[in-house]
C-alpha cells in the first residue's frame, strides 16, 4: 500500500509541472502582443515620440531572442526548477516595474529586463516538461496543452490588451503579470527538480549568438519603418548572418559549446526547427493580417478583433489536446506536422479569395480560416516540441529547448517584417492602377498571404522528409 501512495503521490507531483509552466509559457507568449494594444494609450501618457514607440515592442524581442541561447545554458547550469523560478520571480518584478513607467526610458528598460528573464524562463520550462514526462502517452498529452497555451496565448494577448486598456489602463497589461507569475511560483514548490550540470561558459559563443540574434531580429524589426530600401536593414540583417556563420563555427571547435552542433544535426530536430521557424513566419503574418483587415477594413473595435482570433485559440486548443494526441499515436510525427502544415496553408488559401466586396465574410472566410490555421498550429507546436527535445542528453536539454525557442523568435520577426513589406508594395503598385483604397488595401493582404501560403507548402515539402517514421517521441 505504502508502495501505491508513493506512487500516485509521485503522479501528483509530476503533474503540477504541466500548469505551471504553461502559465509561464502564456507569459512569454503573452508580453509579445498584450502591449501592442496597450501602446497608443502608452504613448499618449507618456509622452513618446512616434519614432522611439517601437521600442516598447522591439526592446522586448530583442532581449528575449538575443539571449535564449544564453539562458538555455544557465538553466542547466543552475537546474531547470531553479531556472524557471528567477525567470518568474524576474519576469513578475520587471513587469511591475514596467506599469508604473513615469517616463519612455523607464518603459523601455521593464521591456528589456522582461526580455531577459523570458530568454531564460521560456527554455527552462520546456526543459522542465521534456525532463519529467517521460512516458509516450503522458508527453503527449502534456505537449499538447503546453502547445495550445502557446498557440492561444497571442490571440489571448490581443483580447486581453483591448479589455485591459478600454476598461482599466494600459498599465494593467504589464501588471496582469504579476499575479500569473506569483501563482506559478508558488506552484513550483510541488515540482520536481534535479541538480545542475555545470560546466565552463562559452563566452566567445555566448556573445557571438547574442550578437548575431540582436542584429537579425533587429534588421527585421526595422525592415518596416525604414523599407528593405534601407541601407541600414541589408547591413544589419548581413552583420547578424555573418556573425551566426561565426558562431556555428567557433561551436565545432570548442569543448564546451554554448549549443553543440548535434543538437541541430540530429535529422528530427532538423526538421522540427525547420518547421516550426516557417510556421511561425507563415502564421505571424496571418496575425497581422487579421489585426489590420478587421479593424481598418471591416471596422472592428480592438476588443471585436480580439474576441474574433479566439476561435483560432480555441480551435488551436483542440488541436494541440484532442486531435494531434490521437493523431500521434497512429500517425508518424512526419504525418502529423504535415496535417497540420496543410491545414494551417488550406486556412490561409481561403483568405485569398477575399475582396473588398465580399459578402458574408465572418462566416465564409474568417471563422474557416481561424478554424484551419488553429488546427494546423495545434497540430504542429506539440510535435515539433517533443521531437526539439526527445533523444537529448540531460546537459543539452537546455540547449535544445533554448534553440527550438529561438527558431519561434526568428520565424516571428522575419514573417512580421517580410508579409507587412509585400502587403504595403503590393497595396501601393495596386493603388498606382487605379483602384480604390480599400480595394487596394486588400490586394496588399490577399498577396502576402498568398506568399505565407507557399511558406507552409515550402515547409511541408522540407520538413517531412527529414522527420523518422518513428511514432513513439518518448
Same mark, same amino acid.
Given at each position: ?7 500516485? *503521490? ?37 509622452? +513618446? ?11 522586448? $524581442? ?8 544564453? @539562458? ?6 543552475? /537546474? ?12 513578475? $518584478? ?11 526610458? +523607464?518603459?523601455? @528598460? ?16 520546456? %526543459? ?19 502547445? %495550445? ?10 483580447? *486581453? ?43 566567445? /559563443?555566448?556573445? &557571438? ?5 540582436? *542584429? ?54 532538423? @526538421? ?34 480580439? +474576441? ?63 478554424? &484551419? ?21 540531460? $546537459?543539452?536539454? @537546455?540547449?535544445?529547448?533554448? $534553440? ?13 517584417? &517580410? ?56
Amino acid at each position: 500500500m505504502t508502495d501505491v501512495a508513493e506512487a500516485r *503521490a509521485d503522479v501528483r507531483q509530476r503533474w503540477w509541472t504541466l500548469p505551471v509552466v504553461s502559465a509561464a509559457q502564456l507569459l512569454v507568449v503573452l508580453d509579445g502582443t498584450i502591449v501592442n494594444i496597450a501602446l497608443p494609450s502608452a504613448q499618449r501618457d507618456l509622452g +513618446m515620440s512616434d519614432t522611439s514607440r517601437q521600442w516598447a515592442i522591439t526592446a522586448y $524581442a530583442l532581449a528575449f531572442g538575443g539571449l535564449l541561447l544564453i @539562458g538555455g545554458r544557465i538553466s542547466s547550469a543552475l /537546474g531547470h526548477r531553479r531556472a524557471f523560478v528567477l525567470g518568474l520571480a524576474g519576469f513578475a $518584478a520587471s513587469s511591475a516595474l514596467g506599469g508604473v513607467a513615469v517616463n519612455p526610458e +523607464m518603459l523601455f @528598460g521593464a521591456r528589456a529586463l522582461q526580455g531577459v528573464f523570458a530568454a531564460l524562463l521560456a527554455p527552462a520550462g520546456l %526543459a522542465l516538461l521534456t525532463t519529467t514526462f517521460t512516458e509516450a502517452k503522458e508527453r503527449a498529452r502534456a505537449f499538447g496543452v503546453f502547445a %495550445a497555451v502557446g498557440a492561444a496565448g497571442s490571440a489571448v494577448g490581443l483580447v *486581453a490588451g483591448g479589455l485591459l486598456t478600454e476598461y482599466a489602463s494600459w498599465r494593467w497589461c504589464l501588471y496582469i503579470n504579476v499575479p500569473i507569475a506569483v501563482l506559478a511560483l508558488v506552484g513550483t514548490t510541488k515540482v520536481p527538480g534535479r541538480r545542475g550540470s555545470r560546466g565552463p561558459l562559452d563566452l566567445g /559563443g555566448a556573445l &557571438l549568438s547574442t550578437a548575431g540574434f540582436v *542584429a537579425v531580429v533587429y534588421g527585421f524589426n526595422q525592415a518596416e519603418p525604414r523599407g528593405w530600401g534601407s541601407p541600414v536593414v541589408p547591413a544589419v540583417l548581413g552583420g547578424g548572418v555573418l556573425l551566426l556563420a561565426a558562431f556555428v563555427v567557433l561551436e565545432s571547435r570548442v569543448s564546451h559549446p554554448l549549443l553543440p552542433l548535434r543538437v541541430l544535426l540530429h535529422r528530427d530536430r532538423g @526538421g522540427a526547427f525547420v518547421a516550426i521557424t516557417l510556421m511561425f513566419v507563415a502564421m505571424f503574418g496571418f496575425y497581422l493580417f487579421m489585426s489590420y483587415y478587421t479593424q481598418t477594413i471591416l471596422g472592428y473595435s480592438p476588443v471585436e478583433a480580439g +474576441m474574433t482570433l479566439i476561435i483560432n485559440a480555441l480551435a488551436a486548443l483542440v488541436g494541440a489536446t484532442v486531435i494531434a494526441g490521437k493523431l500521434s499515436r497512429r500517425l508518424a510525427p512526419g504525418l502529423v506536422v504535415l496535417a497540420g502544415l496543410v491545414a494551417a496553408a488550406a486556412g490561409l488559401l481561403i483568405l485569398t479569395r477575399l475582396t473588398a466586396t465580399s459578402p458574408n465574410i465572418l462566416p465564409l472566410y474568417l471563422v474557416p480560416a481561424l478554424i &484551419l490555421t488553429g488546427l494546423g498550429l495545434g497540430l504542429v507546436i506539440p510535435v515539433t516540441a517533443a521531437l526539439a527535445t526527445s533523444d537529448v542528453s540531460w $546537459a543539452d536539454i @537546455g540547449a535544445a529547448s533554448a $534553440a527550438y525557442n529561438a527558431s519561434q523568435q526568428l520565424g516571428a520577426a522575419l514573417g512580421t517584417a &517580410l508579409l507587412n513589406t509585400i502587403a504595403s508594395s503590393a497595396t501601393a503598385a495596386y493603388l498606382l492602377t487605379g483602384h480604390e483604397p480599400d480595394a487596394s488595401t486588400v490586394h496588399g493582404y490577399t498577396t502576402a498571404l498568398i506568399v505565407a501560403f507557399g511558406i507552409l507548402l515550402a515547409a511541408a515539402l522540407i520538413t517531412v522528409p527529414l522527420i523518422h517514421t518513428r511514432k513513439d517521441l518518448s
